[in-house]
């Protein structure tokens, strides 16, 4: 124990048996009308004060500090106290002063001394109750008094002016936070919350209005700089409908998140920006963990292209499974590296993950692979993925995506794999580029196996994934943070989104469900206007769009959609709702077998000729595949 903290914990003590003494006495002179004990004005009986002064005021410091200490009250960070430890000081000074009148009942009474009414000791009670009280939370009030009266008087001074949406705990705690906090450069002005009864209340002197459908309205009035969302409990629709007003506004937007979004559940959530999944925000998803547990727990997991975005993310939730091993193939080195020296920080006592640096259209490496490490469940996420890339680059996009799936799942049938899951995407439905045409023709490839053996292939189909390498999102804070232009093509453009970890949850529940052949389709929720998206990151950031940032129309490149879809037409009608909500599965039609594999191997040999043979083969096997030379490019708005 430190000088100081023995200093301090002294000092109480001698202040505890100072308040009790003086307890003691007050309440003798207030009991017999007045005066100071031994003085000339007293009216306190001599047997009272010999009952004082050669026995009480022995006992009773005696008995506090034994019963102080054995509540830890010598212990606590009084900084930090809360209702609780008021609680205690009540019952430790009751236990104290029913100790004492047991004292005064069974040991002094019988010495004939004088026989003290039991409200004397009642008074005295209350007295030294007030007198701890204070000594620990006097500094606090008085301080907290002139934080308040500091905050006021600098309220003029350039300090932020700040709105708090939600009344409840979380919001009181922000009102607190701001007015406690040592800086003066936020003032709270306002409350507004949903609840009629707390209309026109306060929290610590701020007004509580029920004005949540006057968001906008209101910063404009009260000139508010900053808004604080405070409801970690609300529902996504609540949420959702006070962004969209938030993101109307130029104020600064901060966030509790919700309880959920705390690793372990176990620590109070804290008080951030909103950042642009705040803006999707979407219900929690409640994951059936045995189901996953069931084919991941004591298994190897293999995941092709596991250094990206999504499979690094897939490597971090099949950790938490309990795997035997969990493999990374992968071409990159970099993003490999990097998700090992993560792993091994998290998990310094056991060697988890392997990785093997390869192409998956190096059949022998890949094939070593596989013999080495028996993999009992393979993630296939390894793709060429960029769109106007890959129009560019037919043949790459046709070797990587086609053929390395191929490879992949062929190796995954010889070497027994019990589940093999393809990852795929939105633009694969009605593809009117090469990206699109070859993750068709990969999630053929994967029904194709299927008919195969005992390996339950499947494929899991979902949209754009919110900060994943490549991305829209990083490319648009790029653009912001370089000054603008930020640019869209076309102002109706919609896409579907997901968070990553939400993606790689949903990826993870599916292949637990799986039959063999099947397509599962992620619950995307309602699209995005890109546009929309745009001008909410640039406020986000602290400006305004069309003013501090640009926004400019490109219009729609070689191969993009307007609109996005996440399933075939024939697909809608036979797909079912799985016991998972968020997951749909639906059982493609048969694909003639002979014919598939004749026109894959003259898909390959196109590869090795021209773009326009690599259309024409993709345009056999996908015949909704428009191709390069059909598109119809959507001006962009003047």
């Known amino acids: 124990m430190s000088k100081e903290r023995a200093g301090k914990i002294a000092l109480y003590a001698i202040c505890d048996v100072l308040f009790i003494e003086f307890s003691l006495l007050i309440a003798m002179s207030i009991w017999y009308g007045g005066g100071i004990p031994g003085s000339n004005t007293t ?62 009942t069974f040991v002094l009474r019988p ?13 005295a009670w209350m007295l030294d109750t007030l007198l701890f009280s204070f000594s620990r939370f006097g500094y606090r009030a008085a301080r907290r008094f002139l934080l308040v009266l500091s905050h006021i008087l600098s309220s003029k001074a350039g300090a932020k002016r700040v709105m708090i949406i939600g009344a409840g705990f979380s919001g009181s ?9 040592k800086i003066r450069d936020r003032i709270p002005v306002v409350v507004l919350d949903r609840d009629m009864g707390k209309n026109n209340t306060h929290i610590r002197g701020v007004r509580v209005l029920n004005a949540v459908g006057r968001i906008v309205e209101m910063t404009e009035k009260l000139k508010i700089d900053e808004i604080v969302i405070a409801l970690p409990n609300a529902s996504n629709e609540e949420i959702r409908s006070i962004m969209k007003q938030c993101t109307q506004t130029d104020c600064d937007l901060k966030i509790i998140p919700p309880v959920s979004e705390v690793s372990g559940g176990g620590s109070r959530p804290r008080l951030r920006d909103v950042n642009i999944t705040d803006l999707l925000y979407r219900d929690e998803i409640k994951m059936d963990t045995r189901n996953i547990s069931d084919y991941i727990s004591g ?10 975005s999504i499979g690094s993310e897939l490597c971090r939730q099949i950790a938490c499974f309990n795997p035997r091993r969990i493999v990374i193939y ?6 490999a590296y990097e998700l090992a020296t993560e792993m091994e920080s998290k998990f310094p006592d056991k060697q988890l993950l392997y990785v093997r640096i390869g192409s998956v259209l190096d059949l022998d490496r890949l094939s070593d692979t596989f013999a080495e490490f028996r993999p009992n469940v393979v993630f296939h996420a390894a793709a060429h993925k960029h769109v106007h890339y890959m129009q560019d680059s037919p043949a ?23 589940r093999f899951v393809l990852l795929s995407t939105d633009k694969a439905v009605n593809p009117p580029n090469i990206y699109g045409a070859t993750k068709r023709i990969s999630e053929m490839i994967v029904q194709r196996m299927s008919e195969n053996g005992p390996t339950k292939f499947m494929t899991v189909r979902f949209g ?15 653009q912001i943070a370089n000054g603008g232009p930020v640019t869209i093509t076309h102002p109706d453009a919609q896409r579907f989104f997901m968070t990553i970890p939400e993606a790689c949850q949903l990826v993870l529940q599916a292949a637990g469900l799986g039959k063999t052949g099947r397509i599962f389709v992620l619950d995307m929720g309602s699209p995005v206007n890109i546009e929309e998206l745009a001008r909410d990151l640039i406020r986000l950031s602290g400006l305004r769009p069309d003013k501090d940032v640009k926004i400019v129309y490109t219009g729609l490149r070689p191969g993009e959609k307007l609109k996005e879809e996440l399933m075939f037409e024939e697909e809608r009608e036979s797909y079912q709702v799985t016991c998972h909500k968020k997951i749909f599965v639906t059982k493609p039609p048969v694909i003639p077998a ?45």
């Open 43 to 104: 009216r306190i009986p001599e047997a009272a004060w010999r009952w004082w002064l050669n026995y009480m005021a022995y006992a009773a410091p005696v008995i506090s500090l034994i019963v102080f200490a054995a509540f830890k009250m010598y212990n606590n960070l009084w900084k930090y106290a809360s209702i609780d430890e008021i609680l205690k000081i009540f019952l430790a000074t009751t236990i104290i002063f029913v100790a004492l009148y047991l004292y005064d």
């Open 111 to 123: 010495k004939n001394i004088i026989e003290l009414s039991r409200r004397f000791l009642f008074i």
């Open 173 to 181: 705690g922000v009102v607190n936070e701001i007015l406690s906090s």
């Open 299 to 308: 298994r190897v997991v293999m995941i092709t292209g596991g250094g990206g």
């Open 330 to 335: 992968d071409i990159y080195e970099n993003t």
């Open 396 to 418: 790459e996009a046709v070797k990587n995506n086609v053929f390395g799936t191929l490879n992949t799942a062929r190796c995954a049938d010889k070497y027994g794999v019990e």
């Open 464 to 478: 754009n994934v919110l900060g994943s390498n490549g991305s829209i999102i990083p490319k648009f804070k790029w």
């Open 594 to 638: 002979k014919q598939f594999d004749e026109q894959l191997k003259r898909l390959h040999n196109a590869c090795r000729q021209s773009p326009q043979k690599i259309n024409e083969a993709l345009k056999l096997i996908e015949p909704r595949y428009s191709g390069t030379e059909d598109e119809k490019h959507i001006a962009a708005a003047p």
